[in-house]
């Protein structure tokens, strides 16, 4: 196995590490020493330039939530930003109770009924379909708020700051307080069950299905939580600048806005202040040294391209290498796997439990046009059991196992959970129904942590205690490391791992074992045939590894160009001359 360097260990929220390495508590004090000093020597102007900053800093971690983490393009932030101003400049007019706090709150409440409203048809799109959906709202928002004048703006009546912010300086101190909340806010998230669903929803759609992860209500999160934070940005805004017009939101403001976020990445704390920073004064810049301001839209536009290239933000990029560095400079011995027996080994005496079957597979039949890829085929996986799926590379395994869990679109017969069919259901909701699978392809989102990817695939919270005992059963890393340094054949342990944990009815291996050196296939076959008695999983493993089947299962099935060919006990079935044609190839075939 390879070697793997320990992480800096951490625990808790105080020992949590904030940007750059730092604790959390830490960050926010030193943030908070920067923003006193800066409030206290800096010239109006100066002020007025860093409060909004600090605006854009909220924009910035608006765009971090819907594009950072869930992966969605959005191009209208602003224009939830634009509603959140209005609201707040309506609130101000009709004197409603509470002050400013009250409205910022309203604005991004507002704000989140757009976003819902957007987000609820948009969800049917994807890529660049939803990114020109979102656009043509934010160009629709144009035409409205252009032909109307926000409350206020006719009668200069200016949107009033509390008492305790009203100078610029101490509303500076104000905006960075937001900022903060919503920064220790977006902490949290990315430690809760959300945040990892939204990172695996932008790392692989699929996947997140698998593991009973609604895409919709995922993005439909990430589309109104990022439209309040957008909201409270525009609510800030118009209490700045007490009377705010269309043009402070116009949607080209918010294509300029989402390129500056897709450069410096805006998932990331760091990212955002960069892209606050940036947004507020590269324009001021250009404009002191006499290049038009126009110019800094191109140029964020060509970063933003630069990042599409490479697949990375400038932060993300840092973060890596800084992850590299120093996971060079700390070589530790390799992870403790726990003990595993020899190999090729006895199967365990099952104590098979009698009665209903947990999966069956009744006249299951998939075509791809003229191709028959799962053929008729009858499958039934007892309760407590370990049933091999065999057959060459073609044979329709992999189908078989899409097909069961809800990713196939159309196929016939029917898929029974413990009796009941379960083909109306969708593939998120199979999962959560009981029905969980890995994928041929490792789809393991990197940026997140060992333990955080366990949760996620498990679809359940865990104990720290339960976490870490699962890890070191199935010799995986420690809770803390990140993904991204763990080499491939772990991931792989580390999916079955998390997927086990989550103790589904029925679990559908597909090659779990592809890629693993000798060790590591034996640490997995002890894991594999441990699987029924230790989570209450009945397990259903397509593998190629004839030895690995025949030590773990206790049945074996064989697909040969989508129908089955043979099944039984692994002795019966490996020796059956049909099977053995099938599989050394029959070259009239
Ligand atoms: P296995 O997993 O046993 O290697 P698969 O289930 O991946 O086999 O494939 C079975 C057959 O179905 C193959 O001939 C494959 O080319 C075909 N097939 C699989 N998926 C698709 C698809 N989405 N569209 C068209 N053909 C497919
Ligand atoms: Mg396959």
């Known amino acids: 196995m390879e070697t793997l360097r320990k992480p800096g260990q951490r625990g808790g929220l105080l020992a949590a590490a904030g940007p750059l390495g730092k604790p959390l508590p830490l960050t926010l004090i030193a943030a908070a020493v920067v923003v006193i000093v800066l409030s206290s020597v800096s010239s109006s102007s100066m002020l007025f330039n860093l409060t909004a900053a600090a605006v854009a800093v909220v924009f910035m971690q608006s765009y971090g939530l819907i594009t950072g983490r869930a992966g969605v393009i959005s191009l209208c932030q602003l224009s ?34 757009a976003g819902l409203l957007i987000g609820l048809p948009a969800l049917r799109l994807r890529g660049v379909n939803l990114a020109v959906a979102t656009f043509a709202f934010a160009i629709a928002l144009d035409v409205v708020f252009g032909g109307l004048s926000f409350p206020g703006q006719n009668d200069y009546n200016f949107v009033r700051r509390p008492e305790l912010f009203d100078t610029d300086a101490a509303y500076f101190v104000f905006t960075a307080i937001v900022v903060a909340v919503i920064f220790v806010g977006l902490y949290f998230l990315d430690r809760s069950r959300l945040g990892g669903a939204l990172v695996e929803i932008r790392h692989s759609e699929r996947a997140a299905a698998a593991h009973g992860i609604s895409v919709t209500k995922g993005k439909l999160a990430a589309f109104a939580l990022s439209a309040f934070v957008a909201g409270v940005g525009g609510g800030l805004m118009a209490g700045q600048l007490g009377i705010v017009t269309a043009g402070n939101f116009s949607s080209f403001a918010s294509v300029a806005m989402f390129a500056i976020a897709l450069f410096v990445g805006t998932n990331n704390i760091e990212g955002a202040i960069a892209g606050g920073v940036m947004g507020a004064f590269v324009p001021v810049l250009m404009d002191a040294i006499g290049i038009p301001q126009d110019l800094a839209s191109l140029l964020f536009g060509v970063g933003a391209i630069q990042v599409l290239r490479l697949g990375m933000s400038q932060t993300d990029l840092l973060r890596t290498q800084r992850r590299r560095k120093r996971a060079e400079r700390n070589p530790l011995p390799p992870i403790q796997a726990p003990p595993v027996q020899v190999f090729p080994r006895q199967r365990p005496a099952r104590i098979v439990r009698r009665g209903a079957p947990a999966l069956e597979v009744r006249d299951l039949r998939v075509t791809f046009g003229n191709l028959v890829a799962v053929n008729d085929v009858n499958l039934v996986l007892p309760r407590g059991q370990v049933v091999g799926l065999v057959g060459p590379n073609g044979a329709g395994k992999s189908t078989l196992i899409n097909t069961v869990t809800g990713f196939t679109g159309r196929y016939t017969g029917q898929v029974l959970l413990d009796g009941k069919p379960v083909d109306d259901l969708s593939a998120h909701r199979r999962a959560r129904a009981g029905v969980r699978r890995s994928f041929q392809q490792l789809r393991v989102p990197t940026s997140i942590s060992v333990g955080m990817f366990l949760q996620v695939a498990a679809g359940a919270t865990l104990t720290r205690q339960a976490i870490d005992e699962q890890l070191a059963l199935f010799g995986c890393p420690p809770a803390d490391t990140p ?11 580390l999916e079955v791992a998390g997927l086990a944990v989550g103790r589904p009815r029925v679990l559908l291996l597909d090659e779990p074992a592809a890629g693993h050196s000798s060790d590591e296939t034996r640490l997995l076959v002890d894991r594999l045939a441990e699987i029924p008695e230790r989570f209450d999983t009945s397990l259903l493993l397509v593998e190629h590894d004839i030895e690995l089947v025949r030590a773990v299962c206790d049945q074996i099935v064989v697909l040969d160009f989508g129908s089955v060919i043979a099944s039984g ?9 049909a099977v053995i044609a099938a599989y050394l190839g029959d070259s009239t075939r």
């Open 483 to 493: 993904v991204e340094v763990v080499d491939v054949a772990t991931r792989r342990l």
């Open 80 to 113: 939830f930003a634009a509603i959140g101003a209005w609201t707040v400049g309506w609130a101000n007019v009709h004197e409603v109770p509470g002050g400013l706090y009250v409205w910022l709150l309203l604005g991004g409440l507002v704000a989140v009924l």
């Open 569 to 577: 006990p692994p002795e019966q079935v490996l020796s059956d001359p």
